[in-house]
């Protein structure tokens, strides 16, 4: 297949990528846009150049699959500096995403048009990149360092009015107009003498800024990005576009590309881009298999999670009717999800038009029967078996056959609940987290006996709300809390040998978890599964409820807070484990911030591997996905699985032996054999 077509259109030669599914700037397409130059050189007749692309998107960047391998030239520095060589004009024409490598192939055009709809960006900071084939050099001269530093630095694509504003577009047109706009632009422009060289401008880099404006970028844009690598080395090459002519700063940047390429945390990051979408990917299900039509769905629950999870299908332009048992919970509810939306409007995020269109498409009910049309019913109700079962029983007689019914549990037995109805086909659990509407995993429990098309609708529907679906089989706790259970294990075990719960936060964190779980438990209230009976023997945790310590709510948990909830650790709490341990007769112990660490992450991954062996993963990169997207596991790390593939099976294996725990065969097996989980 020639991925690269050229065509004439009387005087402008248009130049066609054609490199399904998103036209990833890989060797013969590099190859083919240079041939293209030469050809449109060597012929007289022509007097521009048209870049273009066919399929759902102008070049989404780099091949990713092509790092970490032996370089075919040419490289796309070398593509890019002979198309912005060209005598003749060269247009990039842009239609759906013009991402990385993409975005600088249009900068080293001499002009750019775009669809209305398109969308344009720096994203190789998520891949734990920056801009290699000149973008960090090229863009701040096109649009000036404010409006670049923010897209090289934090990735986020923008859309082509936005890219019209600042300079990078030079004419928006519509949608369906781009291929004769793109050839109509390249001729009006063909007879000009001289055209704009990204990198020869100057104009924009004049403006002068403030002393402080890198560290205020970083104080404020990049908080969140802690411990991450690439936003520091992007921000290294924006200032070189400042301070050096071109050519050295195109030199430093590859330098800070060539360092990242081959370190840890791009690999880490890669990995976690290709898992995300092997995630979404069910492999036993034929590719004919249909997607159900989801037109409207209804939600039982109308507390946090139920708000949450209906926020979700609104915003995504799908009707939801949302039950509550009593009209106080049903209003609260749903004056929550306006709050909610009106929040977001008030951060640009929506229109107060569009938060109309969302609550417009709610319909608040205390009555089941309206539920009768939905096309997918998801309960969040009480997180009891009984309860459960009980929801499960109504809705199979009031719900229209083939309507899919979903548990949003996080623990318990779905194929239970599928039982009670005489559709177990069209039964699967959805366990969305908290907050619903914000965060983007969602594990999909595939019920015994949910049907091929129940499962891939659910994918499908995961896919269209912005969600990351990863399967789980039925077990207890699925992948992500069942893997949570063993650590939280290992964190108590360690207060019981004197450890204090700051030094597992502490180790938890510094790691690049957003909390500890002592930390997490002041959060959500010491006294939630507080045990009263002192009979059945009693916890750290129940002492420090009987002593009033509840959490944040109180001032006092885990830690001390003061009146802002800064936390600092607790005298009285280290008296308390310290009587425990006393109590135990074992001595205190102490372990190193490593330790500590370890103490708590190789269970998980103990755990992990037991979840591939019996098949209740599908792969060790969607137990990755899952911990990433619904825990905060630090992205750059890749993920538990990984991570454990990153030190060494061996190293992990010794580990848990070392601390008592019983190594899980599969885990053994792959260790001993000098294997990894993934791949
Ligand atoms: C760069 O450019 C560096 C330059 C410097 C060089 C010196 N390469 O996401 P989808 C695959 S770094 C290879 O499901 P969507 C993807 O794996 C790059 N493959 O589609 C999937 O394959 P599968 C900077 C790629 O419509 C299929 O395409 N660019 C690449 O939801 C469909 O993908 C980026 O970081 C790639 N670059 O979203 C952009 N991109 O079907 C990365 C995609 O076998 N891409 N694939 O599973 C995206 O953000 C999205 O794919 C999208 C389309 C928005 C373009």
């Given amino acids: 297949m020639t991925v690269i077509s050229t065509r004439k259109d009387g005087d402008v030669l248009v130049v066609t990528s054609n490199n399904p599914p998103v036209n990833a700037l890989g060797q013969a397409v590099r190859a083919g846009l240079a041939a293209a130059m030469a050809e449109a050189a060597s012929d007289d007749a022509i007097k521009a150049v048209v870049i273009t692309c066919e399929g759902r998107t102008f070049f989404a960047g780099a091949d990713i699959t092509e790092f970490g391998k032996p370089p075919v030239g040419p490289s796309l520095p070398e593509v890019i500096d002979a198309i912005e060589a060209s005598p003749k004009p060269v247009v ?8 990385g490598g993409g975005l600088e192939v249009a900068l080293g055009c001499h002009y750019r048009v775009a669809a209305a709809s398109a969308k344009l960006g720096l994203p190789e900071v998520k891949l734990g ?12 001269r096109v649009v000036g360092v404010e409006a670049a530093l923010p897209m090289i630095a934090k990735g986020d694509p923008i859309p082509a009015a936005a890219a019209e504003r600042i300079g990078l577009v030079d004419k928006l ?11 109509a632009f390249a001729r009006s422009v063909s007879s000009a003498t001289t055209h704009p060289i990204s990198s020869a401008r100057t104009d924009k880099l004049d403006t002068v800024l403030a002393d402080d404006f890198f560290d205020n970028f970083r104080k404020t844009e990049l908080r969140r990005l802690k411990g991450f690598e690439a936003p520091e080395a992007c ?19 590859r330098e800070l590309f060539g360092k990242l390429v081959s370190g840890t945390q791009s690999r880490a990051l890669r990995h976690v881009f290709f898992a995300e979408r092997a995630a979404g990917k069910i492999d036993d299900i034929p590719a004919d298999t249909p997607v159900l039509p989801i037109a409207k769905v209804g939600i039982l629950g109308a507390g946090t999670m139920g708000g949450g999870i209906a926020m979700n299908f609104l915003t995504a332009g799908i009707a939801v009717t949302i039950l509550e048992r009593e009209q106080d919970p049903l209003d609260r509810g749903v004056s929550i999800i306006r709050k909610n939306y009106e929040r977001s409007a008030s951060r640009g995020k929506f229109t107060a038009e569009q938060v109309e269109q969302c609550m417009g498409r709610l319909t608040p009910t205390l009555d089941m029967n309206d539920l009768a049309d939905c096309d997918l019913v998801i309960e969040a109700v009480f997180e009891n078996m009984d309860v459960k079962k009980d929801v499960f029983t109504k809705l199979d007689s009031i719900v229209k056959p083939g309507a899919i019914l979903a548990s949003n549990t996080s623990y318990l037995n779905v194929d239970e609940m599928a039982a009670m109805t005489k559709r177990p086909e069209f039964v699967l659990g959805l366990h969305f987290f908290s907050p619903a509407n914000v965060m983007r995993l969602l594990e999909v429990v595939r019920a015994e006996k949910a049907s091929p098309a129940v499962l891939k609708t659910a994918m499908a529907l995961a896919k269209k709300v912005g969600k990351v679906a990863v399967v789980s089989g039925v077990c207890h706790g699925f992948i992500g809390n069942r893997m949570l259970s063993p650590r939280q294990q290992a964190a108590n075990a360690m207060l019981m040998q004197g450890i204090t719960p700051w030094a597992v936060d502490d180790a938890l964190t510094d790691f690049g978890m957003p909390m500890g779980p002592f930390q997490m438990a002041d959060l959500a209230g010491l006294d939630l599964g507080w045990n009263r009976d002192a009979s059945k023997g009693e916890t750290i945790r129940d002492v420090l409820c009987e002593r ?10 885990f830690y001390d807070y003061d009146e802002n909830r800064r936390r600092t650790p607790s005298a009285e709490v280290e008296e308390v484990i310290a009587a425990f341990v006393a109590k135990s007769g074992q001595a205190p112990q102490s372990f190193s911030p490593e330790e500590i660490r370890n103490r708590l992450l190789f269970p998980m991954i103990n755990e992990g591997a037991k979840i591939l062996d019996e098949g209740m993963a599908q792969r060790a990169s969607d137990i990755d996905t899952v911990w990433i997207n619904g825990y905060g596991w630090p992205a750059y790390t890749g993920g538990p699985m990984f ?22 065969p599969y885990l053994a097996d792959r260790a001993a054999k000098g294997e990894r989980f993934n791949g």
Wanted: net charge negative.
């Fill in 173 to 183: 047109v519509a949608d369906d107009q781009l291929a004769e706009s793109g050839i």
């Fill in 643 to 664: 991570w454990a593939d990153t030190i060494g099976l061996d190293v992990v294996v010794e580990g848990l032996k070392a601390f008592g725990h019983e190594v899980s």
């Fill in 548 to 557: 009033d310590r509840r959490g944040q709510k109180n001032g006092k948990g």
């Fill in 235 to 253: 921000i290294e090459a924006v200032r070189a576009a400042i301070e050096l002519p071109f050519a050295e700063g195109v030199k430093k940047e």
């Fill in 92 to 99: 990039a024409a842009i239609h759906g995403t013009a991402l």
């Fill in 129 to 140: 990149l920056l801009p290699g084939a000149g973008g960090t050099q090229r863009l701040p």
